[in-house]
């Protein structure tokens, strides 16, 4: 990721302002709709995940310029990720769900270097996420969803 990618996904998200919410709801939408076995997996509505959700957002894109920060941090949010029961196939409906959301919501500032960037920065993001939790998968004996949240757990054939 060039230091101009990574400034203008910070300036494109930070454009977003209190509509950063709006967007994030919008990604629960369309993400369920593209993949239905995700729904079961959230206990918390849409409303709510899109605080969090954009909160953590926030974080990352602040801490993607220091490499340590940005590692540890996406790292943990992976291995919390291995424990809700979410896979590695997963992850690409949630990045095209976020980039369409985001085409959304910037409107005329959108265009194909934004969405280069976007891409890059949701791949780094999600690449050290799904690290994290083959890790945590590796290091357990039992697969990573059977834990507290098996009951909910969507079991694909592999991944
Ligand atoms: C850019 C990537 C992602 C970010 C920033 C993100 C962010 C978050 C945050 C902040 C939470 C709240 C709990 C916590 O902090 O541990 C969360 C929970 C969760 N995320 Fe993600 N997530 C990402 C990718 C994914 C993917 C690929 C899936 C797959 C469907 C997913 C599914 C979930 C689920 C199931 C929960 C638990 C919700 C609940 O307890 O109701 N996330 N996520």
Known sequence: MTPEQLAV??????????????M?????????AADPSTRALFSDGP????VKFTAELDAIVEAIASFDEFRLRVADLGARHAAYGVQTRHYGAVGEA??????????????????????????????????????VSRRSDAPAERGARSDRSVRPPHG
Request: charged share 25%; proline share 2%.
């Open 9 to 22: 996904v910070r300036e494109s998200y930070a454009s977003l302002g209190p509509d950063a919410t709006a």
């Open 24 to 32: 994030a709801a919008d990604f629960y939408g369309r993400l369920f």
């Open 47 to 50: 409303e709510v995940m899109a």
């Open 98 to 135: 976020l980039v369409a959301s985001l085409a959304t919501h910037l409107g005329d500032r959108w265009d194909d270097q934004l969405e280069a960037a976007w891409r890059r920065a949701y791949n780094l993001v999600a690449e050290t996420m799904m690290s994290a939790q083959q890790r």
